[in-house]
């Protein structure tokens, strides 16, 4: 996996939504903030052994799917979100990440805020966590 | 300047790395490094269906070709290609001889009051119920027999054919609307040599006419009644009529009916004795009423030939072999694949011209069969096989089938074991020796025309029968059966091919107990150590001393391990005290640590049950 230090490229990535650009007609690019974010998301919901060959991408948060949603649940996806953001995203660095249990809405907020390797500014990113996603 | 992707890696992170590779040289996408980008996403989703495309097409490479094929269906539809047909099932097969008396009640004229009918039949399907020690087989008759009748009432059947299983029959309906009609018989396990084919041409008029089995398409003609059989899906068989140019074409309604059988392969074999075949069926009379009598079986030959459909790398050994040998017989190895073809249950065969002999006989091949069950084929056998040889030999060229000559191989072993380290006691550690050694007797190392039993390996694998073991002392002996003809005269000449001992102490050629004709008192024969050459013939008498009464019994060649017995004055042997009139004949080879060999038409087997072992537990050391 790539090692960053600084900021020396821009980092795009393409959008799986596959919509084309009203003006140039290519496909949605995504880029920096916006890449590294899906990039998160994708790490955070992908179950581990999903991705194919590669058995250790992803984490554990949808085995917490029927678990109570109180705030030791909270603890634990906290400690899951940020082990898989670690391990899987070697762009981002002084991560925090924040879970709140919404029982009445049936939803779990996850705020994570980091920073991009070679930017200057703090990038906060919100998730709501619900069974169907 | 993006170039070209390569997509024929078989390894998915190869793949991943080529498409990594094309996306770096276009600069429009930097995202391809991390795990959870889309771009990853879509890169491995592209690997991973380009290494199964990749996967997919080295397999169905591989099924493509006899040598690398896997799958059953795809390997013997590779082997059709080159005219090879897998050995089916096969039945064991017995020849029987037996009576039927209409006359056994002495009321013959009360049956038949207008003259005793012309002959009786027996039709196919009928069969004969034989028991083995393991189970109760049906032997059928697929041919129809018939049988004349003498003045006294008895219906006297030779040689009758009887093959086991389970005879069945199918129809078919010659349908000329299906242009996918197939006619395939559903049912694995059938010995395709019992097929039987007839064919009803014209659906008003109930006569049907037999069709032969076909191999190929030499000497058909439009009217040839021929078809061919092919292994299909399933272990299935297909049965495949003529065109109307090579063979004759069915016509629209014509009925095809199968008769066949279902065999149990090698589990029949090596069942014997005429008493064991007890007829159950009907027989008709030339009037075609039933006759109210059984058969008694007065002879049946040892049942032979089941073997189990041909595996997959068999067939890739052998077919090859076959399409080599072209349908006809030339070289060795042409009969070695035609044979395998003709008889299946071979076990080993050794071809040779009859130039290699000491006096050479030109014009002559020798073919020597092993079989898998038994060490002989029978007679009737030999002239099925040699019958069958004869589409294939070339011309002028005369065949001898020749049974193989045994040389029994034993061990005279003293196996020391460490106590200490052992649950096992003296009887167990020599039922361990005598299981791998039975294993290696299996083995094809030994067991084969030219095989050879090496002194060390034999040591090696005592040694590694248990842990326990902590060496032996082994010694290898030579062992030919002579078959002895009773109560004629004869000499005897035994040939072990091998060197045998002559510097010993001791005898190096010795004999089993017989008695000659009109004497009662058991002889024995062994070489003489003090007249080296020389067999001489001895007995025991009350004290249990050797009284030797002829000196120059026989003689013995070490070098070229050969007795001669009676060759100036023959003898006359009126039984033998082992089983089946034999005198086995033992002798040790010329160095202890000697290698035995199998040369010309000797096959070597490697007999643990009458092998000498015992076990002694080892004393003043710590083991091994």
């Known amino acids: ?133 | 300047m993006a170039g070209a992707i390569n997509l024929t890696e078989v390894d998915f992170e190869q793949i991943r790395q080529n498409l990594i590779s094309y996306l770096k040289s276009t600069n429009k996408y930097t995202d391809y490094d991390f795990d959870g980008s889309n771009l990853n996403v879509i890169l491995s989703l592209i690997s991973y269906q380009a290494q199964m495309n990749s996967y997919n097409v080295n397999m169905v490479a591989n099924e493509s070709f006899l040598s690398t094929s896997t799958i059953r269906k795809n390997t013997v539809s590779n082997a059709r290609m080159i005219g090879y047909t897998p050995v089916s099932t096969t039945s064991a097969a017995s020849y029987l001889d037996f009576e039927v008396d209409l006359n056994e009640a002495g009321n013959l004229d009360e049956i038949y009051p207008g003259g005793l009918p012309q002959y009786l039949e027996i039709q196919p399907g009928n069969f004969f119920v034989a028991s083995s020690q393991r189970s109760q087989y049906k032997f059928n008759i697929i041919d129809s027999q018939a049988a004349s009748l003498n003045d006294e009432g008895v219906a006297v059947f030779g040689n009758v054919p009887v093959y086991e299983g389970d005879y069945l029959n199918m129809k078919f309906v010659k349908d000329n609307t299906n242009f996918n009609q197939r006619f395939v018989i559903p049912n694995p396990g059938i010995d395709i040599s019992t097929l039987r084919v007839t064919v009803q041409e014209d659906p008003n008029i109930n006569t049907s006419v037999p069709f032969a089995q076909a191999n190929n398409l030499v000497e058909l003609t439009p009217e040839t009644k021929a078809f061919w059989v092919e292994e299909v899906e399933e272990n299935h068989y297909e049965l495949t009529f003529g065109d109307g140019l090579f063979g004759q074409k069915l016509v629209d309604g014509a009925v095809v009916f199968v008769n066949y059988i279902i065999s149990s392969g090698s589990e029949a074999n090596g069942i014997r004795g005429a008493s064991s075949f007890v007829y159950s069926g009907k027989i008709l009379d030339y009037f075609g009423s039933q006759v109210p009598r059984k058969p008694e079986v007065t002879s049946a030959s040892t049942s032979e030939g089941g073997t189990e459909l041909e595996n997959v790398s068999s067939i890739k050994f052998r077919a090859p072999k076959s399409y080599a040998a072209q349908n006809r017989c030339v070289t060795s190895s042409d009969y070695d694949a035609i044979i395998r073809d003709i008889y299946p249950a071979v076990e080993d065969v050794y071809v040779y011209g009859g130039e290699e002999l000491d006096i050479p006989e030109f014009g002559r091949v020798y073919i020597v069969i092993k079989p898998k069950s038994g060490d002989y084929v029978s007679n009737a056998t030999k002239k099925l096989i040699k019958d069958q040889l004869e589409d294939y030999r070339v011309a002028s060229i005369d065949l001898i089938l020749q049974d193989p000559d045994i040389l029994y191989i034993e061990t005279e072993s003293t196996v020391y074991y460490n106590e200490q380290i052992t649950m096992k006691d003296t009887s167990a550690i020599v039922a361990d020796v005598q299981t791998t050694l039975s294993d290696f007797a299996d083995s094809s190392i030994a067991s084969r025309f030219g095989g050879t039993v090496r002194y060390s390996r034999i040591v090696g694998t005592i040694d590694d029968a248990d842990n326990s073991i902590t060496r032996n002392i082994t010694t290898l002996r030579m062992r030919k059966n002579m078959s002895i003809a009773q109560n004629t005269l004869a000499s005897y000449e035994i040939c072990f091919e091998n060197s045998i001992d002559r510097d010993g102490t001791g005898y190096s050629v010795y004999s089993t107990g017989f008695r000659f004709t009109d004497d009662e008192e058991i002889y024995y024969f062994e070489d003489d150590p003090m007249n080296r050459g020389a067999i001489r013939l001895f007995h025991f008498d009350t004290y249990n001393e050797k009284i030797v009464d002829n000196k120059n019994f026989g003689t013995v060649d070490y070098l070229k391990g050969e007795i001669m017995l009676g060759e100036k004055k023959p003898f006359s042997i009126a039984s033998t005290i082992v089983d089946n009139s034999i005198v086995e004949v033992r002798s040790y080879p010329i160095d202890v640590g000697q290698d035995i060999k199998a040369t010309k038409s000797v096959y070597l087997k490697f007999d643990v049950a009458k092998s000498d072992i015992g076990a002694i537990v080892e004393t003043g050391t710590t083991g091994s």
């Open chain 1, 1 to 133: 996996m790539t090692q960053l230090s600084r900021k020396d490229k821009m980092f795009v990535d393409v959008s799986l939504s596959f919509e084309p650009n009203p003006v140039t007609g290519d496909i949605t690019t995504l880029i920096d903030q916006r890449a590294i974010n899906n990039a998160i998301k994708n790490a955070v919901l992908t179950a581990p052994k999903e991705a194919p060959f590669n058995p250790n991408f992803g984490s554990n948060i949808n085995n917490m799917l029927f678990e109570l949603s109180d705030d030791s649940t909270a603890v634990i996806l906290e400690d899951e979100i940020r082990r898989s953001i670690k391990f899987n995203e070697p762009r981002v660095t002084n991560l925090s990440v924040k879970v709140v249990a919404q029982p009445d809405q049936n939803n779990i907020r996850a705020t994570i805020v980091y920073k991009i390797i070679g930017f200057d500014q703090f990038v906060t990113f919100d998730q709501i966590l619900s069974p169907t996603n």
